[in-house]
């Protein structure tokens, strides 16, 4: 896993204190934590703090889409120590945002106890904790390592990915746009070399179909990737955050990995869309 963390970098999964004492940009922080919301309600998540930012490795409640943010910057981050909490993340956001105005928060707690979050001139509120046993936190052993600026899949042997295409944000929100145009649960990403695409419609069924020449470039053979409207997901964690991303892909697999190339430091593994039969 040192590709993606390096050697003894801390974790998500790390064992650092319950003891939290932190102090941020109220909208910042609430801007995070809001992109961890994959579900609605969401799911309890682990979030590590560290003076470099704030790292969650989490999945929805379908375990379809895996989300890991690595030190992610929040402005105005102070970190005591490295130190976790466990929160529902759209509660904790909806507190920050709604108690901070503007302002800058602080934010403690202990383990077990209610945490904290206090301005200067808006007073304060408490919230209780989640229970650390309700969070899918994708353990260390689960995260895809890098070599040579490849994804390795260590359940087919560490063979590298088998193809790789990046690509502006911007093409991904085009997919997002055939599939709603064509009312379909599906979006056919193609790669290829002359003539990528986003292709949406109902596999079996002769009805609306909507589809749009995509600009990627290409390493490695042609491959598809087919979201499900996971893909709003995937846009929500990822918009605002970055402008380049890369999708890589082993053909052995039904799933694909996103990263971003700017920006900040995001992994997504999505689980395909699989074809009705």
């Not at 064992?15 to 969401?42: H, M, W």
């Not at 904790?92 to 901070?100: A, E, N, T, Y």
């Not at 260590?154 to 997919?175: R, V």
Request: with cysteine.
């Amino acid at each position: 896993m040192g590709g993606l963390c390096g050697g003894m970098s801390l974790t998500p999964n790390s064992k650092v204190s319950r003891s939290v004492r932190i102090s941020a940009n109220g909208a910042s922080l609430a801007g995070f934590l809001s992109r961890l919301a994959l579900d609605s309600p969401p799911l309890p998540v682990r979030i590590l703090f560290e003076p470099e930012g704030a790292s969650c490795w989490t999945m929805n409640a379908g375990k379809t889409l895996m989300v890991m943010f690595d030190k992610h910057p929040i402005d105005g981050l102070k970190v005591k120590q490295p130190c976790v909490i466990v929160c529902n993340p759209k509660e904790l956001s909806d507190l920050v945002r709604s108690k901070s105005r503007g302002e800058a928060v602080k934010v403690s707690t202990e383990a077990s106890e209610p945490i904290r979050i206090t301005t200067k001139s808006n007073g304060g509120a408490e919230i209780m904790p989640a229970d650390e046993e309700d969070c899918l936190t994708i353990p260390d052993r689960n995260i895809l390592p890098i070599a040579d600026d490849k994804r390795l899949f260590p359940m087919f042997e560490n063979e590298p990915a088998t193809s790789e295409s990046t690509f502006a944000i911007t093409e991904l929100t085009k997919a997002n746009m055939e599939m709603k145009t064509a009312n379909a649960p599906y979006v056919v990403m193609t790669f290829s070399p002359t003539s990528s695409e986003a292709r949406s419609g109902h596999w079996n069924v002769k009805t609306t179909r909507s589809w749009t020449p995509l600009e990627t470039t290409l390493e490695g053979e042609t491959f598809t990737a087919a979201f499900t409207d996971t893909i709003n997901t995937v846009l929500a964690v990822l918009i605002g955050t970055t402008d380049t991303l890369k999708v890589s892909k082993h053909l052995k697999g039904q799933f694909v990995v996103i990263e971003s190339l700017s920006g900040h430091k995001t992994t997504i593994v999505a689980t395909e869309a699989i074809k009705e039969i």
